[in-house]
């Protein structure tokens, strides 16, 4: 069983910064991936950031010059740093790990960017 929480959500205002962590724990698979969600009220979710298990990174594009997603895999933990914050950064994000037994999903942690 595999459980993710998610941490360091909060409101900011427009330019500022946030980091976001998501720490695994129990019995987990042959990682294929863990990556970063978000959705915003009334929207779909979305893809945000992505590190393989070997280290290769993937980002949407409207955060790509902002965002940096990292792991530390001896803390079995993934991290988001998000840069220059914009309204449009507002949403419930979410962190999953794809691994040979499938998707596992955290709770979420709320970012909310407003002035």
């Known amino acids: 069983q595999v459980q993710l929480v998610e941490s360091g959500g909060g409101l900011v205002q427009p330019g500022g910064s946030l980091r976001l962590s998501c720490a695994a724990s129990g019995i987990i698979f042959s990682i294929l991936h863990m990556d970063w969600h978000r959705q915003a009220p009334g929207k779909e979710r979305e893809f945000v950031a992505r590190?393989?298990?070997?280290?290769?990174?993937y980002y949407e594009d409207s955060v790509k010059d902002r965002f940096t997603i990292s792991r530390d895999n001896a803390k079995n933990t993934v991290y988001l740093q998000m840069n220059s914050l914009k309204p449009e950064d507002t949403g419930v994000y979410y962190c999953?790990?794809?691994?040979?037994?499938?998707?596992?999903w955290g709770q979420g942690t709320q970012v909310a960017v407003s002035s």
């Open positions: 999953r790990i794809r691994s040979a037994g499938g998707d596992d």
């Open positions: 590190i393989t298990s070997t280290g290769t990174t």
